[in-house]
């Protein structure tokens, strides 16, 4: 079975960024897309980004289009990093770490797609 861990959660001002790693423990089928979504309280959880690793394709989420980027590690077919810039107070929320084999719904960020998933961590900006 495939653990998903993520860091880099944290606490930062308007404008400030960070940067989220996710790592899977083992390269595995249902590792073949990783992907980021994220939860605020009193909120549905969404789709933030996500890439097929190994290939060049990635999705954003509109809200997060042009501030936000993720990318593989390198040399790394399990690891994906999200960095996360120009951030706003609306970004905030738990940030869950996702992986599934590149199914019909992970381009369009779809949470049935992905089999997966990390216990989150916490992005809190302030104003």
């Known amino acids: 079975q495939v653990q998903l861990v993520e860091s880099g959660g944290g606490s930062v001002e308007t404008g400030g960024s960070l940067r989220l790693s996710c790592a899977a423990s083992t390269y595995h089928p249902d590792a073949a897309c990783m992907g980021w979504f994220r939860q605020a309280p009193g909120m549905e959880r969404e789709g933030v980004a996500a890439?097929?690793?190994?290939?060049?394709?990635?999705?954003y989420a509109d809200s997060v289009k042009g501030r936000f980027t993720i990318s593989q590690g390198q040399g790394s077919y399990n690891t994906v990093y999200l960095q996360m810039n120009s951030l706003k107070p609306e970004d905030t929320g738990t940030y869950f770490c996702?992986?599934?084999?590149?199914?019909?719904?992970?381009?369009?960020?779809?949470?049935?797609?992905?089999?997966?998933w990390g216990q989150g961590t916490q992005v809190t900006v302030s104003s």
């Open positions: 996702a992986s599934g084999p590149c199914g019909a719904g992970w381009y369009s960020l779809e949470e049935v797609a992905y089999k997966i």
């Open positions: 890439a097929h690793i190994g290939g060049e394709s990635t999705t």
